[in-house]
């Protein structure tokens, strides 16, 4: 696996350790809200939009599951990407739905409340998908576009410059996120990029020792195959002579030198 498609893979597995903690906490939020809204709200339509952000957070939880982040393969990296863009792009869908709850009541300070918690959002999803550009603006634009777009839709002057406000927010959002995810990717890609250089290194190493070792193996080698033929040789002569001790003496003294 090259650089590349080792950053894919840790892209993946940071989206994955971070979806569970995003779904419940968008779940737990979207309740309070509820909550908030329900003496001045319609309570059909609040319950319907609670339903169903809390049907797709047990969908999107269900998906999670059938994958191990810790045994991610390049094309379960790709796939479980591209399932929890998708997932993140229907929970900003029934956010931005949201707005056309969360706008209607006249009083200002409910729509105000609105418009911050989707701030909220878009600053926890800044983090939540860091690694990964595609999830994190298919969560933002889907949730943030249409509070701005209702919310000047209105045409009072107060909506309208609160609206503009928030737009300008999410401009800036948008330039922290890319900041944030270029330093993301550059400790990355300077990571396992060090992680081959130390493999490479430790290979080179291995095959310099293995070369060195090969002279000394084939130099002892054929010190034994002399020391053999030394030996038969004396032991041919001192036979003949009748003394043996002499034989030992001079194969020791052999042996020292070419092992030395």
């Known amino acids: 696996m090259n650089?590349?498609?080792?950053?894919?893979?840790?892209?993946?597995a940071h989206i994955h350790r971070n979806m569970p903690t995003g779904i419940i906490g968008s779940f737990v939020v979207a309740s309070l809200l509820v909550a908030?809204?329900?003496?001045?709200?319609?309570h059909v339509a609040l319950f319907a939009w609670l339903l169903a952000g809390g049907l797709?957070?047990?969908?999107?939880?269900?998906?999670?599951?059938?994958?191990?982040?810790?045994?991610?393969?390049?094309?379960?990296?790709?796939?479980?990407?591209?399932?929890?863009?998708?997932?993140?792009?229907?929970?900003?869908?029934?956010?931005?739905?949201?707005?056309?709850?969360?706008?209607?009541?006249p009083e200002f300070l409910y729509q105000l409340l609105f418009e911050f918690?989707?701030?909220?959002?878009g600053v926890s999803a800044m983090f939540s998908y860091s690694a990964y550009f595609p999830t994190f603006i298919a969560f933002f634009a889907s949730a943030t576009l249409p509070a701005v777009i209702g919310l000047i839709a209105q045409r009072t002057?107060?909506?309208?410059?609160?609206?503009?406000?928030?737009?300008?927010?999410?401009?800036?959002?948008l330039r922290f996120y890319a900041s944030f995810n270029r330093m993301f990717m550059k400790s990355l890609q300077l990571g396992f990029e060090n992680l081959a250089l130390v493999d490479e290194l430790t290979v080179q190493k291995e095959a310099a020792e293995s070369a060195n070792l090969q002279p000394v193996t084939a130099t002892i080698g054929v010190g034994y195959a002399n020391a053999g033929a030394l030996d038969s040789t004396l032991l041919?002569?001192?036979?003949?002579?009748?003394?043996?001790?002499?034989?030992?003496?001079?194969?020791?003294?052999?042996?020292q030198f070419v092992t030395n």
């Not at 041919?236 to 042996?255: E, H, Q, V």
């Open 56 to 105: 797709l957070a047990l969908w999107r939880l269900a998906d999670w599951r059938t994958y191990d982040a810790k045994k991610f393969s390049l094309a379960q990296a790709r796939q479980w990407l591209y399932r929890a863009t998708r997932g993140a792009a229907l929970s900003g869908c029934v956010w931005g739905l949201g707005s056309l709850l969360f706008l209607l009541p």
């Open 236 to 255: 041919a002569y001192d036979l003949s002579k009748g003394n043996i001790a002499p034989i030992a003496i001079m194969k020791n003294t052999y042996f």
């Open 36 to 42: 908030v809204f329900w003496p001045v709200g319609n």
């Open 117 to 121: 918690i989707i701030a909220l959002l």
């Open 3 to 12: 650089v590349d498609e080792a950053i894919v893979c840790e892209q993946a």
């Open 157 to 173: 002057a107060l909506h309208v410059e609160v609206g503009v406000g928030f737009l300008i927010f999410m401009i800036v959002n």
